[in-house]
């Protein structure tokens, strides 16, 4: 399969002030390492979902793989090329490609323009000639009626607000969109709704999601393959049945265990302990001060991100002999 997008080892740290005056006056600061050396790809026409606990880098690794976030380290490359430096014109050549809707449709679309003028603006700044026809085009595709285009976004309901932000994503025919929480705010029916097209989409479209969300259920509905985070790295990455089937990670596992009705050999019994900070990663296993299986090693080393089983990845000792 065909790559759309790859993160390869990519990096990207906060840096922020302690506060400290102590450390003001020696100029230390405090380094968040939020996505940290991770490896991921998208294929075309896939859908990859991505989760993990909040806090955990989600959000600031899809928008430093569609390059909103400049990147601290690694190299992303969409299709065969490398994006990973690229700036001002060269990279807006690609920006129409990558596009990005996120949770809150509430803050994410302008309340003083209207609908048409929201989806209509990124057309005109990339240049488009027929954008009005592509607007309604949008629209119908999102399933919204013609003449919202001349409604406030006040004057739409949660679910067509985010209808809205989709349309205004895919008005741009881009090949990648990354959907970030995007059924969070919306509740159960209408997020079945949102998940239903989005998979119509994909299919008329042609697009590839990178679909994060911290709700398993919703990310094990429209994912082909899930990737893991904890604390800025992946830790698992298998397909949605073989994942499900066969958690490698213990975190993984407590993840699953803490959804009901998941069929999982793993007890509920992990993320007891105190997690790490990101900007207290603890040396060896990110997951050691919460793993009941930690060993010697897991304290000491990092463990390899590696293939236990077909296309399975997971970083852990326990697979390590
Ligand atoms: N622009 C920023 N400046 C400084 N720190 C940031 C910035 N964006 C994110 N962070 C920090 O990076 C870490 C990862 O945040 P991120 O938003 O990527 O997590 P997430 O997994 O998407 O969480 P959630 O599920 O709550 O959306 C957090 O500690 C967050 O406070
Ligand atoms: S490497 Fe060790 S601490 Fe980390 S998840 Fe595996 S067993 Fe647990
Ligand atoms: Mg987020």
Not at 185 to 198: F, K, T, W
Not at 276 to 287: A, E, M, W
Not at 291 to 310: D, N, R, T, V, W
């Amino acid at each position: 399969m065909a790559a759309i997008i790859e993160a390869r080892s990519l990096q990207k740290y906060f840096i922020e002030s302690t506060g400290r005056i102590a450390d003001l006056f020696f100029r230390r600061k405090k380094i968040l390492k939020a996505v940290d050396s991770v490896d991921l790809t998208v294929n075309r026409n896939e859908t990859v979902g991505v989760v993990g606990e909040s806090g955990c880098g989600k959000s600031t690794l899809g928008r430093t793989m569609i390059r909103l976030y400049e990147p601290d380290g690694g190299r992303i490359i969409f299709k065969y090329d490398d994006i990973t430096h690229l700036k001002g014109d060269e990279l807006k050549k690609y920006r129409r490609f990558m596009q990005i809707v996120f949770q809150n449709p509430y803050s994410s679309l302008n309340p003083r323009q209207k609908i048409k003028d929201i989806i209509k603006r990124p057309l005109d700044l990339h240049g488009f000639d027929d954008s009005m026809k592509l607007v309604y085009e949008a629209l119908d595709n999102v399933g919204l009626p013609k003449d919202y285009a001349e409604r406030y976004p006040h004057q739409l309901s949660g679910g067509e607000r985010q209808r809205a932000a989709l349309a205004r994503a895919i008005a741009l025919r881009p090949e990648l969109v990354v959907a970030d929480e995007v059924t969070s705010s919306v509740d159960v029916s209408i997020q079945a709704q949102i998940l239903r097209l989005l998979k119509k989409l994909q299919e008329e479209l042609k697009l590839s999601y990178l679909f994060i969300s911290h709700d398993l259920s919703v990310v094990r509905t429209i994912s082909q393959r899930i990737a893991v985070m904890y604390l800025g790295k992946v830790v698992e990455e298998a397909a949605t049945d073989e994942l499900f089937a066969n958690p490698l990670h213990p975190y993984t596992a407590a993840l699953f265990a803490s959804i009901p009705d998941i069929d999982t050999p793993w007890e509920p019994q992990l993320l007891k302990g105190e997690a790490s900070s990101l900007y207290s990663v603890v040396k060896g296993c990110r997951f050691q001060p919460r793993c009941p299986y930690a060993k010697q090693i897991c304290s000491e080393e990092e463990p390899p991100f590696k293939e236990y089983g077909k296309n399975h990845k997971a970083a852990c000792w326990l697979y390590e002999r």
